[in-house]
Structures are given as structure tokens and as C-alpha cells.
């Protein structure tokens, strides 16, 4: 099982950004997804979740400003990110909480997808 992430970038302060993470290989099912972000010289901090079912949960800080979703069709994630701000410069790592399947053995395991770069500034 594989996570790719892909839409981070360069931002203006107010600006908005959209993040997506899609989950490859041998899949039974998808059960939490959620994102990270490590600015530098701290650590890995939740930014939101959502189970299976789409029930999200948001760190406090980005509550109001970040919305997290998830297409189980295509086993992606998403976070939608508005009114930026330079803090929210960082890493963002996208994980899952994957049920597989290999030769026939069911198997749990916890993905992490290399990390896309968000910064904010002017």
C-alpha cells in the first residue's frame, strides 16, 4: 500500500491551497485518513481526520479554515486549506489507517504518504 500526496506549494498570507492524497495497492478498505504537518524544528502535529464514514475532527487551530474529505471511490483523501497563514507553513503528510489484503491474509497496517511542503508568505 502505497500514499501519494501531491498539492502543496507557494501561497500568499489569506490565499488558499488544496492538498490530496491517494492510496494505491492492495486495498480491502480504507478506515481513517488524516493529516500531519512538521514545520521545522517541531514536531509531527495532527491537522484533521475523518473516519470511514466522513466523520471529520479538526486540530483547534485550523478549525473554521481547513476541511478535510475523502473519496472512497477513488481512496483519496483531501484538505481543503483557506485563509492561510504564515504558521501553517510546513510539511504535510498524509496517513491511513488500511486494511489489506495479500495472498489471500487480511493485514492491518498504518501508511504514510513522502510529504508535500506548504509555505505561506509575502
Known amino acids: 500500500v502505497q500514499l501519494q500526496a501531491s498539492g502543496g506549494g507557494l501561497v500568499q498570507p489569506g490565499g488558499s491551497l488544496r492538498l490530496s492524497c491517494a492510496a494505491s495497492?492492495?486495498?480491502?478498505?480504507?478506515?481513517?485518513m488524516g493529516w500531519y504537518r512538521q514545520a521545522p524544528g517541531k514536531q509531527r502535529e495532527l491537522v484533521a481526520a475523518?473516519?470511514?464514514?466522513?466523520?471529520?475532527n479538526y486540530a483547534d487551530f485550523v478549525k473554521g479554515r481547513f476541511t478535510i474529505s475523502r473519496d472512497n471511490a477513488k481512496n483519496t483523501v483531501y484538505l481543503q486549506m483557506n485563509s492561510l497563514k504564515p504558521e501553517d507553513t510546513a510539511v504535510y503528510y498524509c496517513?491511513?489507517?488500511?486494511?489489506?489484503?495479500?495472498?489471500?491474509?487480511?493485514?492491518?497496517?498504518?501508511?504514510w504518504g513522502q510529504g508535500t511542503l506548504v509555505t505561506v508568505s509575502s
Open positions: 475523518i473516519t470511514s464514514i466522513g466523520s471529520p
Open positions: 495497492g492492495s486495498i480491502f478498505r480504507i478506515n481513517h
Open positions: 496517513n491511513a489507517d488500511v486494511t489489506g489484503l495479500y495472498s489471500g491474509t487480511y493485514y492491518v497496517t498504518s501508511e
